[in-house]
């Protein structure tokens, strides 16, 4: 069964607390893997996309990566404002995408 | 520039009342999408369409109807609103299959 989850549910750091949020897939013929923040009351904001085994791509304080079961979220010395919730979701198909149920991140000053 | 725009942003019915969510986008995407967001459960795919006048069902789309005769504007429609049907609902859009760009929800409530 095609599968997305992510782990852990929710994740209290302290400033400067460097972590990694988990994303393990179970989709045959990978076409990407998508991640997204999402703040309390809004919409989902595109953060990257990976296509490949071994890709990885950055943007200020995060860094993704994908592996052929996985994808990673690393997350260095993260500020309050980082605090969100982070989805993942894999496409099926050309336009259903699965979305995980998302990590509860929470970075307290 | 807009983005993706929803209207309501909240609301409250009744079991049995009707109403229509609408999304709109300015970015001229082709594809556009509502989906439903329920506590521990990942945004669930509703209904889409690939472009003006077309839609397609998705994984939850018993209960909901939609539209999409302007490219631009993608309706939501409830014939007949249930308890079920309470949460929150996003559209998204995109140039093709890939990455979505989603509105700010409508939280609706059926009582």
């Known amino acids: 069964e095609d599968q997305v989850t992510q782990s852990p549910e929710a994740l209290r750091l302290q400033e400067g607390e460097s972590s990694s949020l988990n994303c393990s897939y179970t989709?045959?013929?990978?076409?990407?893997l998508f991640w997204y923040r999402q703040d309390p009351g809004k919409g989902p904001e595109f953060l990257f996309t990976?296509?490949?085994a071994g890709e990885e791509k950055e943007k200020e304080r995060l860094k993704a990566t994908l592996t052929k079961k996985e994808s990673f979220l690393h997350i260095t010395a993260p500020k309050p404002e980082d605090s969100a919730t982070y989805l993942c979701?894999?496409?099926?198909?050309?336009?259903?995408?699965?979305f995980g149920t998302g990590t509860r991140l929470k970075v307290l000053a | 520039n807009a983005g993706v725009t929803q209207t309501p942003k909240f609301r409250v019915l009744k079991t049995g009342q009707s109403m229509t969510l609408l999304c709109a986008q300015d970015?001229?995407?082709?594809?556009m999408y509502w989906y439903r967001q329920d506590p521990g459960m990942g945004l669930r795919l509703i209904h889409y369409?690939?472009?003006?006048?077309?839609?397609a069902k998705g994984e939850v789309p018993d209960g909901y109807n939609v539209s999409r005769l302007k490219k631009q504007n993608f309706l939501l429609g409830l014939e007949s609103a249930a308890p079920s049907q309470t949460s929150v609902y996003f559209c998204?859009?995109?140039?093709?299959?890939?990455?979505?760009?989603f509105g700010p929800g409508t939280r609706l409530t059926v009582l």
């Open positions: 998204a859009s995109s140039f093709g299959p890939d990455t979505q760009y």
């Open positions: 989709v045959s013929g990978l076409r990407g």
């Open positions: 990976l296509y490949s």
């Open positions: 979701a894999v496409p099926l198909g050309t336009y259903k995408y699965i």
């Open positions: 970015m001229n995407h082709e594809y």
């Open positions: 369409s690939v472009g003006e006048g077309t839609t």
